[in-house]
């Protein structure tokens, strides 16, 4: 299989063995890494007992024009070598994926999920694998997954005589990290945070309606803390979203041994000074899903955002829009899919000091307005909620038993989620945060006494029409906690609250 | 002579005997001139046979097609030019052919013909 970012390709392997000098050629664009398979093959077949023929022998990947990478043919290319040999039999129609060790072992490779679903998909369910890909190739509804250890053992299942081959050597399997992400080990829980009543409600609204976020607050007040805990309020993801969520971390990592569907929704938390590859996704060779894509379905928190490389920001509105991230290169373009919740923290301004009366703050207003200015227009304009964060009093620090931890909280997002999907599922939508305007302005349009304070801001100019819009998805959200069918003007009053902040205005 | 000589040269005379057993006809053995040289050139119905003979007492250093490289079948075209002009003999068809031997001590000797290579 090829894999183009989530998509995959099946690719066919023949193999010729002809009557002129000896030789070994792999045909079909292979790459570099694909191409010194030819000397694992060797290798590993003659340590298997079974070694190639030592005539010509020619492989084509077909289709011929559609340059291959990697080293996950290794050991599809070496079935078809001694299959052409005549050695053993019945391999038409299995998509083999392993790479071989010199010893004649299969090893794992990487984005084995994502490559059996394509396999699936296209029509091919049975699957060959390496003993370590076997739990997660499993993960595909639909595939018949074999694996095995060595490659002696797999030509014997296929038929070949055992008298050669070399069955007494079996590795262990060595020590593999269990994978982290299936659980995320004891979750940050909401009562742990002290006070922050305004903020805590701020950040249900979010978790509810999948809303954008820009916290702004003094250090210290309690934003990391606060968007640490939002991925807990979050519903588990569906059968749907947990395949292309483990898609995704199955190409950003290897070698992690994945039993089960990633179910709880990612949490990506790049530092300021990440790169525009390491967010986006890029690299030499196959694209990898950067940080963007690796929080699809979940939560990328971007905290200090101005600190932000400004074109790391830009790269973010793609996927912020349509919900994808296509990373171009010279080979083609790989689209990964990047539909996220974004939240955002920062400083009031550069030193820090400037919340509450701000006295103590030692910046120019030119500075501050510079510092917010990295935050660029359209940016700020695509975040729903902008909430200014306080620093808690030692009052709220003493009162912390008494606060609403993260069941409870999950439980009222959960059930403002379902009237969500109950409403909106006609649209063929989930959340309010992605209802366009059109429908918000049509189809679920609010009556005159309820957008009167809206209508109001706009004609003033201090509302655009995008945040207008903007304003009325949060109100639904706001109904929909409350559990009210349709949005009033308190529910929309306390949405345009919520949307402007005295920090950023 | 060393002992590889001595297998190499054992190892042509097989081959001359097994081509000849085929009914090909050996006119020459190891013609040499200032550019190389040819182990075997015969003759096949109206085709000039250049053979070029590989001996090994084993497989551990590669199979004796394996020796034979590119550049060594580019030679050997050419040197088979050489040789039909100096000898006047012309044929309508020249095909360039290897011949492996593998004389493992105490076993029968293994001989791989392999026509036309290039």
């Known amino acids: ?505 | 002579m060393r002992a590889k000589d001595v297998l190499g040269r054992r190892g042509e005379e097989l081959a001359a005997d097994f081509l000849e057993d085929q009914g090909i006809r050996v006119v020459e053995q190891n013609w040499r001139c200032a550019a190389g040289e040819l182990d075997i050139v015969a003759v096949d119905g109206d085709t000039l046979v250049v053979a070029e003979v590989k001996t090994r007492s084993s497989l551990d250093y590669g199979h004796p097609f394996e020796a034979v490289s590119p550049p060594k079948v580019a030679r050997l075209h050419h040197l088979a030019c050489r040789w039909m002009g100096e000898r006047g003999l012309r044929l309508p068809r020249r095909r360039l052919d290897a011949i492996a031997v593998l004389a493992a001590r105490g076993e029968e000797p293994v001989i791989e013909h392999l026509k036309g290579i290039g």
């Open chain 1, 1 to 505: 299989m090829a894999l183009n970012g989530l998509e995959g390709r099946v690719i066919e392997v023949e193999a010729d063995i002809g009557n002129t000098l000896p030789g070994f050629v792999i045909l079909g664009l292979p790459d570099a890494a694909l191409s010194e398979s030819r000397e694992r093959i060797r290798a590993c077949a003659s340590n298997s007992g079974i070694p190639l023929s030592r005539r010509k022998i020619t492989v084509n990947l077909f289709p011929a024009s559609l340059p291959k990478r990697g080293s996950g043919f290794d050991l599809a290319i070496a079935v078809a070598a001694i299959a052409a040999n005549g050695e053993i039999r019945g391999t038409e129609r299995v998509v083999f994926l392993a790479e071989l060790g010199l010893d004649g072992r299969l090893r794992p490779v990487r984005g084995v999920l994502p490559a059996v679903a394509a396999a699936v998909r296209a029509g091919h369910s049975r699957v060959v694998v390496a003993r370590g890909n076997a739990a997660e190739a499993s993960l595909v509804p639909g595939a018949e997954v074999s694996s095995y250890r060595t490659f002696a053992r797999l030509v014997l299942d296929f038929g070949a005589d055992p008298k050669e081959l070399n069955l007494d050597f079996d590795p262990a399997e060595p020590e593999q990290r269990r994978d982290a992400a299936g659980s995320m080990g004891p979750e940050p829980d909401l009562a742990d945070v002290a006070g922050q009543h305004e903020a805590r409600f701020a950040l249900e609204v979010a978790a509810a309606g999948a809303h954008h976020m820009l916290m702004v607050g003094p250090p210290g007040a309690g934003k990391t803390m606060l968007a640490e805990r939002l991925p807990g309020l979050l519903p588990p993801l569906d059968d749907e979203a947990a395949l292309e969520v483990t898609s995704i971390h199955s190409l950003a990592t290897q070698g992690e041994v994945r039993t089960e569907l990633i179910r709880q929704p990612p949490f990506e938390n790049p530092h300021h000074t990440a790169t525009c590859a390491a967010i986006v996704g890029g690299g030499a060779g196959l694209p990898r899903p950067g940080a963007a894509s690796r929080a699809h379905r979940g939560v990328l928190f971007l905290d200090e955002a101005p600190e932000y490389e400004r074109r790391v920001l830009d790269a973010l509105r793609q996927p912020l829009e349509h919900g994808k991230l296509v990373i171009h290169r010279a080979g083609g373009a790989a689209s990964y899919p990047s539909r996220f919740q974004l939240l955002l923290a920062a400083n009031p301004c550069p030193c820090g000091k400037a919340s509450g009366k701000g006295l103590e703050c030692s910046c120019t207003p030119l500075a501050r307005r510079r510092y917010f200015g990295r935050l660029s227009g359209p940016l700020l304009d695509r975040v729903d909620i902008q909430l200014g964060v306080q620093k808690i009093s030692r009052l709220d620090l003493d009162s912390q038993g008494e606060n609403e931890d993260t069941v409870t909280v999950r439980d009222r997002v959960r059930q403002a989620r379902q009237a969500q999907l109950e409403r909106l599922g006609r649209f063929g939508l989930e959340t309010n945060s992605m209802v366009p305007g059109k429908i918000l302005r049509g189809g679920l349009r609010l009556d005159r006494a309820s957008t009167r304070i809206l209508d109001a801001a706009m004609d003033r100019g201090s509302l655009s029409a995008r945040g207008y819009d903007r304003v009325l998805r949060l109100a639904w959200t706001l109904a929909d906690l409350a559990g009210d069918a349709t949005p009033g003007g308190d529910h929309v009053g306390l949405a345009l609250a919520l949307r402007t902040s005295e920090a950023t205005t």
